[in-house]
């Protein structure tokens, strides 16, 4: 975990963790929802800039529809 936070607008917190790749923070999720405490919850996939720049360069090289 890298943070959590409470928040006042329409989610009630906001947890920030890494995991090694997409399964890894899946399961962390259903672990954590499995306990019944939750009634709702979002997930998002993050990309530090650097990772997005190299998302971005590997779009270019492969010119989609080109």
Do not use: W
């Not at 995991?19 to 954590?32: N, Q």
Request: one cysteine or more; aromatic letters at 8%.
């Amino acid at each position: 975990m890298i943070s959590i936070y409470c928040t006042s607008e329409e989610c009630d917190g906001l947890v920030i963790y890494e995991a090694p790749d997409e399964k890894v923070a899946l399961a962390a999720l259903l672990a954590i929802i499995s306990t019944g405490h939750l009634a709702e919850t979002q997930s998002f996939l993050l990309y530090s800039m650097k990772n997005m720049m190299k998302v971005l360069k590997t779009a270019r090289l492969s010119s989609f529809g080109e």
